[in-house]
């Protein structure tokens, strides 16, 4: 069937192309005439671009049209550096390296003028070649460039920044321009620590920790001319290599610093503060200056408790407890070198410490019972004296205002005899000649209270002990030494009129029921606040004296007669 004429139309179209496809495939090849820059990657930020005048690290690979290579930076292992612009290059490779990011990889194709033209280059390059090269360029930087820092994290508060001669302790990652680590102090798990602006640094890393705070966290970029210039470090760092540090910084004193304290809370009244030689009972919360904790009381649930002003902690606290009331909060900066020191003792080396001190109590070795009366009566005929049976009501506290127990919760008094030590000696000395109805307010050593132990689960060891104290009634007690006095006179007859059985011996039960019946018919008083019988026991024990239980006329003897002791 004749074809259509759309189908012959068609026919001659196909017979086109293929002509013109024929033609192209036998045609010469068409003249470079400048410089064709194929990007194969492109990194997402571009760090930094080259320009004229610029030096440049990069790598590459050089290969003629048909793929055969003629030569390589990786076969020579190391980088190719130059600067660009300069006529170092050839005026291609000068001309293709503009503009070019840090990461950036180019296949650049390079005509013969402007490469080796028709000279060629010896044995390698013949004459009239066109070149191409694969480039990634590693590194740029300017004899004219300095220190570059870019913070991106800055603390909430900074107190105080770098200067020159300060100490710092920083962490850091280290890595060239194209993002290559080659060091760590993550790694090692360990500060980098230093002096800062005399010279035991890098001077790119001089420059550029100065000004920074504590927490802050920045970039520091430096030329190799500020950091380890021409020959790199031997090992890690190429030569010419830019730097780049990524910084936070952790701690920062200087030598000549001492402590700093700031006050946090101070109470109402303060009528005392610390000095040296004083025994201080205090909280604290211990962290570096970058807020990592290391240490507290309060997660041991015990106060710490020291002498100031003597050595016995860190000179800085030492220092820093002087002067500080009962109640008070404050927070005590210490430099190293009046804490651990380089060593550092369970913290790093060469911290500077915070210490967030509470103040629960203290006091002096040669401190007394603290008196101070209250309420007086009008009218007090006999006051307290040793050997009373007082009884009393009492609330009682630590010096931080910690309830440790009251009377009143119990509905009744607390009975002693003064002077029997049945409390402790700051109480009978609060005691003592008061009258009843009287209150006082006690503030008690604990050398005359509970002492270093303290009571378990009730009064912790080395507490300074407040009572508030009313007198509620007394009775007077006997002339010391005796435990049994006669109201009336003596019987010339004592012994006959004890021996009731009339045989010569006085048995414990006669002796006791004589003295009994002396004080309940008030001929005799027994000393108050005792068990009577347990007296009368004693007394008895006193007459007996061959032991044999019972007592003779030979024995018996009044206390006017011997020496002295408790008994007749």
Not at 156 to 161: I, P, V, Y
Not at 304 to 309: L, S
Not at 350 to 373: G, Q, R
């Amino acid at each position: 069937t004749p074809p259509t004429q759309q189908g012959q139309r068609i026919h001659a179209m196909l017979y086109l192309s293929v002509l013109v496809a024929f033609a192209a495939c036998n045609a010469p090849p068409v003249p470079l005439d400048d410089i064709l820059i194929e990007k194969t990657f492109v990194p997402e930020q571009c760090v930094r671009a080259v320009k004229v005048g610029d030096y440049v690290r990069y790598h590459y690979n050089g290969m003629f049209p048909d793929g055969k290579k003629f030569d390589s930076s990786y076969d020579r292992g190391s980088t190719y550096n130059v600067f660009v612009g300069k006529k170092q290059l050839i005026a291609g490779m000068d001309k293709a390296l503009v503009g070019m990011c840090v990461n950036e990889r180019s296949l650049i194709k390079i005509p013969p003028h402007l490469a080796y033209g028709k000279q060629g280059y010896g044995d390698i390059i013949p004459p009239d070649s066109i070149l191409h090269f694969d480039v990634l360029l590693l590194d740029v930087w300017n004899p004219e460039d300095g220190v570059q820092s870019n913070t991106y994290h800055t603390p909430s508060t900074c107190s105080r920044k770098v200067e020159v001669s300060d100490y710092v302790r920083y962490h850091y990652n280290g890595t060239l321009l194209d993002g290559t680590l080659f060091d760590s102090s993550h790694t090692r798990l360990r500060t980098y620590d230093t002096y800062v602006g005399i010279g035991w640094l890098i001077a790119g890393m001089d420059q550029g920790l100065l000004g920074m705070c504590v927490g802050e966290k920045r970039i520091i970029t430096m030329p190799p001319s500020l950091g380890y210039g021409e020959n790199g470090d031997g090992s890690d760092i190429p030569g010419q290599a830019s730097l780049v540090f990524d910084v936070v910084l952790l701690d920062l004193h200087n030598p000549r610093d001492g402590i700093t304290v700031t006050n946090q809370f101070m109470p109402e009244s303060c009528t005392r503060k610390t000095v040296a030689g004083d025994f201080v009972r205090y909280h604290y919360n211990g962290s570096l200056l970058d807020g990592t904790f290391f240490d507290s009381s309060y997660s041991r649930n015990r106060t710490y408790d020291t002498y100031v002003g003597r050595g016995y902690v860190i000179a800085g606290m030492d220092e820093g407890l002087i002067g500080v009331c009962v109640g008070e909060k404050r927070t005590v900066t210490i430099p190293p070198h009046l804490g651990y020191g380089e060593e550092g003792t369970g913290i790093p080396g060469s911290a500077v410490l915070v210490f967030d001190i509470h103040i629960i109590d203290f006091h002096n070795p040669s401190d007394k019972t603290e008196i101070t009366v209250t309420h007086k009566p009008e009218e007090c005929d006999k006051p307290t004296k040793k050997g009373d049976f007082v009884k009393y009501h009492y609330n009682a506290s630590l010096m931080d205002g910690t309830s440790i127990d009251s009377t009143y919760n119990y509905a009744k008094t607390y009975n002693i005899v003064l002077g029997a030590n049945q409390v402790v000696p700051g109480m009978e000395d609060g005691l003592m000649d008061m009258c009843v109805g009287e209150k006082r307010h006690l503030v008690i050593p604990p050398h005359l209270g509970y002492g270093e132990r303290g009571v378990t689960d009730e009064v912790p060891g080395s507490a300074v002990l407040v009572f508030d104290i009313e007198l509620v009634e007394m009775e007077e007690g006997l002339p010391e030494g005796y435990m049994f006095i006669w109201n009336d006179e003596v019987s010339p007859d004592l012994f006959t009129e004890m021996d009731t059985d009339q045989n010569k011996q006085v048995e414990p039960s006669e002796f006791t029921d004589y003295i009994m019946r002396q004080v309940n018919e008030g001929k005799g008083r027994l000393a108050p606040g005792f068990d009577p019988y347990r007296i009368i026991d004693n007394m008895f024990s006193n007459q007996d004296r061959d032991g044999d239980g019972k007592i003779t006329e030979a024995e018996f003897k009044l206390k006017a007669d011997e020496a002295p002791h408790d008994e007749l």
